[in-house]
Nanobody, 122 residues
Framework: QVQLVESGGGLVQAGGSLRLSCAAS????????MGWFRQAPGKEREFVAA?????????RYADSVLGRFTISNNNAKNTVYLQTNSLKPEDTAVYYC??????????????WGQGTQVTVSS
C-alpha cells in the first residue's frame, strides 16, 4: 500500500505562484510514476502533469498548463512537487496527487491522495 499526502494549496491572486507537494509513504520505493490531477466544481477530474523515473524518465503536461507548471520529483524524500506559476482563475480546483507502480504513461493510477485546494482570485 501507498499513502499520499498533498500540501501547499491555498488562496493566491491571478499571476501568482504556489508549490504543491505530495509525500509518499508505505511502499514508496515501488512507485515509478506519479501525477497531478485537478477537479473544479461541477467538472470532471482532469490530468495536469506526470513524471516517471524509469524507462528514460520524463514528464508530461496538459496543454492548459504547459509552460506555466513544472512537475519534479525527489526520490530521496519520496516527494513529488508541482510548481504552479502564472496562475489563472480557471486553475482553481482541488489538486490530487496520484502514484502507480507501473511506469507506462496513462491516466490509470492505483493510489490517490486526499487533495489540496487551490483558489485563484481575479
Amino acid at each position: 500500500q501507498v499513502q499520499l499526502v498533498e500540501s501547499g494549496g491555498g488562496l493566491v491572486q491571478a499571476g501568482g505562484s504556489l508549490r504543491l507537494s505530495c509525500a509518499a509513504s508505505g511502499r514508496a520505493s515501488s512507485i515509478f510514476r506519479m501525477g497531478w490531477f485537478r477537479q473544479a466544481p461541477g467538472k470532471e477530474r482532469e490530468f495536469v502533469a506526470a513524471v516517471r523515473w524509469t524507462r528514460g524518465g520524463g514528464t508530461r503536461y496538459a496543454d492548459s498548463v504547459l509552460g506555466r507548471f513544472t512537475i519534479s520529483n525527489n526520490n530521496a524524500k519520496n516527494t513529488v512537487y508541482l510548481q504552479t506559476n502564472s496562475l489563472k482563475p480557471e486553475d482553481t480546483a482541488v489538486y490530487y496527487c496520484a502514484a502507480d507502480f507501473n511506469s507506462d504513461w496513462g491516466d490509470n493510477y492505483d493510489y490517490w491522495g486526499q487533495g489540496t485546494q487551490v483558489t485563484v482570485s481575479s
